[in-house]
C-alpha cells in the first residue's frame, strides 16, 4: 500500500518558539492531506485539511494562525506550531488519501513544548 | 452534528471469545463508514470499509441505517486482535476528511 512519512517524529521545544513537521507522501500524489491531533488513549481530532496550491480549511476551534499549514507540493505538506505553549504539547498526525481514495497515515510526530 | 460513537473505552475478553466493539454514528445524509486500527507502536491503518463488505483478519461490520450503527464483530477473538480500535465516518462530498469516534481498546487475554 501506499506510504505517509512525518518528519520529524518527535520534537521538543521551548515555549514561545515555533515548531514545523513535514507530512510527505512516499509513492503518490496526494492534492489534499488531512492533520489530526490526538491525546493519549483518546480519539484523533481533525484540525484542517491541507489542498495543494490553496489555502488550507480549517475546523471549527482551530487556530489558523497558530497552525500554519503549507501545502507547497503535491508529496509535501507541512504544519508550523507557532508561539507553542505547553498545551499545544501532542501527538500530530498527518494523512493523504491514494487515487482509490484509501486514507493513509503518518506514523505521527509527538511534540512536547516545555 | 456530524458525531461518532464508541460508547466502551476498554473491551476485554479472553482468546477465543466472541468481540462486539460498537459505534455509532449521527449524520444527515449519506455517510461512508469505516474502522481503523492501530496496533501497539504502529501507525493507523484501515481495518475495513462499510462499501467493501468485505471480511478482513476475520473482522465484519455491517452498517445498520435504521439504528445508525456500524458495530464490529468476531467469532473468535485472537491475543493478536488486541489493539485500539477506531470508528469513522467520512460524508460523500467532504473530499475525504474522517471524523473519528473516541477509540476502544481491545484486550483479548489468553
Known amino acids: 500500500g501506499a506510504v505517509v512519512s512525518q518528519h520529524p517524529s518527535r520534537v521538543i521545544c521551548k515555549s514561545g518558539t515555533s515548531v514545523k513537521i513535514e507530512c510527505r507522501s512516499l509513492d503518490f500524489q496526494a492534492t489534499t492531506m488531512f492533520w489530526y491531533r490526538q491525546f493519549p488513549k483518546q480519539s484523533l481530532m481533525l484540525m484542517a485539511t491541507?489542498?495543494?496550491?490553496?489555502?488550507?480549511?480549517?475546523e471549527q476551534g482551530v487556530e489558523k494562525d497558530k497552525f500554519l499549514i503549507n501545502h507547497a507540493s503535491l508529496t509535501l505538506s507541512t504544519l508550523t506550531v507557532t508561539s507553542a505553549h505547553p498545551e499545544d504539547s501532542s501527538f500530530y498526525i498527518c494523512?493523504?488519501?491514494?487515487?482509490?481514495?484509501?486514507?493513509?497515515f503518518g506514523p505521527g510526530t509527538r511534540l512536547t513544548v516545555l | 452534528a456530524q458525531r461518532v460513537t464508541q460508547p466502551e473505552k476498554l473491551l476485554s475478553v479472553f482468546k477465543g471469545a466472541p468481540v462486539e466493539l460498537k459505534c455509532n454514528y449521527s449524520y444527515s445524509g449519506s455517510p461512508e463508514l469505516f474502522w481503523y486500527v492501530q496496533y501497539s507502536r504502529q501507525r493507523l491503518q484501515l481495518l475495513l470499509r462499510?462499501?467493501s463488505r468485505e471480511s478482513i483478519k476475520g473482522f465484519t461490520a455491517d452498517l445498520n441505517k435504521g439504528e445508525t450503527s456500524f458495530h464490529l464483530k468476531k467469532p473468535f477473538a485472537q491475543e493478536e486482535d488486541s489493539a485500539m480500535y477506531y470508528c469513522?465516518?467520512?460524508?460523500?462530498?467532504?473530499?475525504?476528511?474522517?471524523?473519528f469516534g473516541q477509540g476502544t481498546e481491545l484486550s483479548v487475554k489468553p
Open positions: 494523512s493523504a488519501p491514494d487515487q482509490g481514495h484509501e486514507q493513509f
Open positions: 469513522a465516518l467520512s460524508g460523500g462530498n467532504q473530499g475525504g476528511k474522517l471524523i
Open positions: 462499510h462499501i
Open positions: 491541507s489542498n495543494e496550491g490553496s489555502k488550507a480549511t480549517y
